[in-house]
């Protein structure tokens, strides 16, 4: 391909340079050829030229007017969407009629929303291969009672089948990330929750907004109204199963104390 405009820092752009990992990120995307595939950031194409050769129907979110230029031009048969993912339409650009996978090597400044984005469109996707910063993947899949445990796990556990796929070093990229990387894997295959996913967040993060407080001290307000011995509010947050947040919401509708 021709030379590509020059990285800019602000956009998070680490452009993948090793074929070998780039391969390694294409084969873990659970598709098949005529499944929809939608890149996030694309960049100047190094994985999206993969994704053509292997993918009937690629679809490619991408901020910067130029990079989409670059790709329009070197790789015409993707569709280039000229967005900010975060702003994204996705019932606009998802073809219901067929499995959806997304895959990106995200910009590392928004990852946290990149996620929420794709955890509250669920019901539409089928996975998601994401490279993040390792620090974040581990957050994602980690297990009460750890340091790492907090709202991204409950969430992401609760809403998808998080994996850690791998771990990727600095050198595979260039410029080279300050962090280590890591892919993870999402499946969308848990359905609806029992309760809202707003009021679910309200109560994760009401709980870990002051994670070393026992529930009910941070949960205040919201608790009083349950029957004693329900729930063991003076754990911490942390003690918490995503699943036992997914109860305590439900009986807090039941109650009419979330609506
Ligand atoms: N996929 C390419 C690769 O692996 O070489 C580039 C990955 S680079 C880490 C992240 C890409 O996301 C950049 O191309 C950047 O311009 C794009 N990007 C940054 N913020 C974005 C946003 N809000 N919406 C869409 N794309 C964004």
Not at 13 to 27: S, T
Request: hydrophobic share 40%; charged share 25%; proline share 6%.
């Amino acid at each position: 391909m021709a030379k590509h405009p020059a990285t800019k820092k602000s956009l998070g752009q680490h452009f993948l340079k090793d074929g070998n990992m780039i391969r390694k990120i294409a084969d873990a995307i659970p598709a098949g050829p005529s499944d929809q595939v939608i890149e996030i950031g694309p960049g100047a194409g190094a994985l999206t030229k993969m994704l053509a050769e292997r993918f009937d129907d690629v679809t490619a979110i991408e901020i910067d007017n130029r990079m989409a230029d670059f790709l329009e031009e070197n790789i015409p048969q993707v569709k280039i969407i000229r967005q900010d993912v975060l702003k994204t339409d996705w019932e606009h650009i998802v073809k219901s009629e067929k499995p959806v996978h997304v895959v990106g090597n995200l910009p590392y400044y928004i990852t946290s929303q990149i996620l929420f984005g794709l955890l509250e469109h669920r019901s539409m996707l089928t996975s998601a291969i994401l490279m993040m910063q390792k620090e974040v993947a581990e957050r994602i899949v980690a297990e009460p009672h750890t340091k790492a445990y907090g709202i991204l796990s409950v969430q992401t556990q609760l809403m998808s089948s998080p994996e850690i796929l791998f771990d990727v070093a600095p050198q595979v990229f260039y410029p080279p990330p300050n962090v280590q990387s890591a892919v993870l894997k999402l499946t969308f295959n848990k359905g609806p929750l029992a309760c809202t996913d707003e009021n679910l967040k309200t109560v994760v993060r009401m709980a870990f907004n002051q994670r070393r407080k026992k529930l009910s001290n941070s949960l205040k307000g919201l608790t009083e109204t349950l029957p004693v011995n329900m729930f063991d509010f003076s754990l911490r947050a942390e003690a918490f199963e995503p699943e036992t947040f997914e109860k305590l919401t439900v009986q807090l509708e039941r109650m009419g104390v979330l609506v």
